[in-house]
Every structure is written in C-alpha cells, then in structure tokens.
C-alpha cells in the first residue's frame, strides 16, 4: 500500500463580501443575532454575472492547489469533485475541471454529501492513491449557495449562515519514509435526511409537484432543522474525531491543528473546550466566510497552510459534520 500526501492546496472565493448589516436590510435580522448565535460576521457571495459558479471557483481553487503542487495539469490522474450545488443537475462539475485544465482524459468523479463532501472526497482520492491506481488525484470542494437561498424573514434561520467559496488538494504518492494521510473514517444516518434537506430537484418531488403548486419555497430552497442538527453535530464531531485519534494511538494534546467543518463557531468551540485544546490548536474561519458546505475545510486548510497554521510535519485532524446525516474525519501528517 502507498500513502497519500497533500503536495498542495489552494483556494478562491468570491470578491463581494456581504456583511450581517447588508442581510438585517434584507430580512429581519440583526449583527448581535448572527454573531452571537454563530461566530459568522461576514461571509462572499457571488454577483450576478461575475462568471462565479461552483465548477469555475472549484477551478480557480484547482489551479492554486496544482501550482502549490509544483506539477502540470496533466500529471494529474483522476479528478474527485465535492458539491451540492452543481453547475447542472448531470454531468457533475468534475468533467468542467478536466476541460479548463485540460488534464488530458482524466476520470472525474462527482460526490454529493453537503457539509462531509471534502472529507468524502479526500477519502475516495486516498483510497486511489493508496492503492496505487494513480500518482497524483485533484480534490476539488466547491458552493455556490447564495443564489438559492430564501432571502427573506421565512428562510433566516437558514440563509444567514451560508456562503461561496471552493478549495482543493493535490494528493501525491508519498516516497518512502514520507508520511500523509493516516485514517479515514466516514459515517452516515439517512434516517435525518430530512432535518437538513432542499427536497427540490429530486425525483421524489419533481415535475408533479412543480406542476401542481407551482415553485413552492419549502421545497426548492434548503431547509434546517437547526438545534436537531446543531445538537447532533457535536456529538458526532467528537465521536469521529475520537475514532481518528484511536486508530492512530493518539491523544488530543498531539494534534497541531483541528479543521472542523465550519458550520457554527458554537459548535468548533464546543468540540474544543470538551478536547481540552488550545486556541492555536484549531483553525477557524468561518467569521470571514460563512458556512461553504462541503467547501469549507478545503477552504480552511488552504487558508491555515497560506497563514503558517499548518506546517508541513504537522498532525492536522479534519472533522465534518452535515446533510444526510452524514459525517467523517481524516487524520493526516501534513
Ligand atoms: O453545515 C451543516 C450542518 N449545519 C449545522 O451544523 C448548523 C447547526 N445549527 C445551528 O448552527 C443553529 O441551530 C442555527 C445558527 C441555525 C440557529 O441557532 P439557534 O440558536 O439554534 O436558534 P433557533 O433556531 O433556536 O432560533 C432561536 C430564535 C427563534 O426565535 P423564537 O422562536 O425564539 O422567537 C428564531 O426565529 O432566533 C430566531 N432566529 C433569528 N433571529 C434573528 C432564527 N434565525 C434568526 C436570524 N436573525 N437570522
């Protein structure tokens, strides 16, 4: 078996920066509110018409991580893309990746699993690498969410806390001696699919009921169950970050930067004081950006690796939590 190691990282996000005072002229809601309830003080959202979708931001975000890298486009053997705000319903954004970068006819492989997307993603890229079915894999996160929220007083609860944004990864084959990627874990409960859910565009309530009600918001925007979500965030986040250090025989105190998905600044501080760590020993960003979804650890990292809060040699833990439900952690030696 080989190991996989991040070789480089990269990020983009939009330049139109949308603060809580911009969102309380939109809908009745205020700085205190957000700030307190989840850490979020502003968060990009793309202009119509910049060109921003979730395939040209993934793209942006790739030609960071590849040039970090230090390869060529084509050196890159498969493609693995997180999002749950594709460019079409089919065919995934990975395909518009492998056209812009020209990467020869390389696989591409689509995932769909909202706020876990990253950890899923980097986990089927490692699997690929590990095997030794190719040298170097391109992991993309990337959302566009701001378009399809609902804007208004009705969608609040919702709409305040997510953002754009895409990141990536390059996974190389590691030499020997080098270290990378030590764990994986990845868990799912379909029976709260619901709580978190936008149940448009799938075929369970598709053409008959757009037909019979016309566009109705319950469905076609994303819908939260918020303190049932929040509540079994942090006890997923610590049971799989828990499995990770387990399966790696280690103790919270060894771990130099914790990634947890940025949902809520809440519950990265909740998961932090029951670990017992640090400040410096987890990365947060989501005062600048909002919650991006699947994007948001990819994001993070490049972001910490871009600051000097993660080093190579570093044990870096990342952590997700989300829509399905579903959750994961990948424990790494950057
Ligand atoms: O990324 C995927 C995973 N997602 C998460 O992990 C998110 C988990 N959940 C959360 O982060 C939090 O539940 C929220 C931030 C979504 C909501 O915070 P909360 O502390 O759970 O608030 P709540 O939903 O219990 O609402 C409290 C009150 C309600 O008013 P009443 O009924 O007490 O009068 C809401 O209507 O706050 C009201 N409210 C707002 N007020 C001002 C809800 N949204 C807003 C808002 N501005 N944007």
């Known amino acids: 078996m080989h190991t996989a190691k991040i070789s480089g990282t990269g990020h983009y996000v939009p330049d139109r920066i949308v603060t809580n005072e911009y969102l309380s002229t939109l809908m009745d809601t205020n700085d205190e509110w957000i700030t307190e309830r989840t850490g979020i003080r502003e968060r990009r959202w793309v202009e ?11 793209i942006k975000a790739a030609r ?12 890159i053997g498969h493609i693995v893309f997180a999002t749950i705000s594709p460019d079409y319903y089919f065919p995934g954004c990975g395909v518009q990746v492998q056209e812009a970068l020209g990467i020869h006819t390389a696989g591409a492989t689509d995932v769909r699993n909202a706020c876990s997307g990253f950890i899923y993603a980097l986990s089927v890229g490692n699997a690929f690498v590990q ?12 959302e566009l969410q701001s378009p399809f929220l609902d804007k208004t007083t009705r969608g609040r609860g919702v709409s305040v806390i997510f953002g754009d944004g895409a990141g990536a990864v390059v996974l190389s084959r590691a030499k020997d001696g080098e270290s990378g990627i030590k764990s994986c874990h990845m868990h799912s409960e379909g029976k709260n699919k619901e709580e978190l859910t936008m149940k448009g565009f799938g075929t369970q309530h598709w053409i ?6 016309g566009v109705d918001p319950e469905i076609h925007y994303p819908q939260m169950n918020g303190n049932f979500v929040f509540k079994n965030a942090v006890v997923r986040f610590g049971e799989v970050i828990g499995e990770a250090l387990k399966q790696n025989g280690l103790t919270p105190d060894k771990i130099d930067c914790l990634i947890p998905h940025q949902a809520n600044l809440r519950i990265a501080q909740f998961i932090q004081k029951r670990m017992g760590l640090r400040d410096d020993q987890v990365f947060n960003n989501i005062q600048k ?22 080093k190579r040699g570093d044990t870096v833990c990342l952590a997700a939590f989300g829509a399905g439900f ?9």
């Open 48 to 58: 119509e018409g910049d060109g921003n979708t979730a395939a040209t931001m993934g």
């Open 64 to 75: 960071n991580a590849i040039k970090a890298a230090g390869i060529e486009p084509e050196e």
């Open 131 to 142: 095997t030794g079915m190719y040298e170097h894999v391109l992991v993309v996160a990337s």
């Open 208 to 213: 008959g009921e757009l037909l019979d009600n």
């Open 289 to 310: 950006y909002g919650n991006t979804t699947g994007a948001s650890i990819a994001i993070a990292l490049s972001e910490a690796v871009d600051e000097g809060a993660v």
């Open 326 to 334: 579903t959750w994961g952690s990948v424990l790494l030696t950057y």
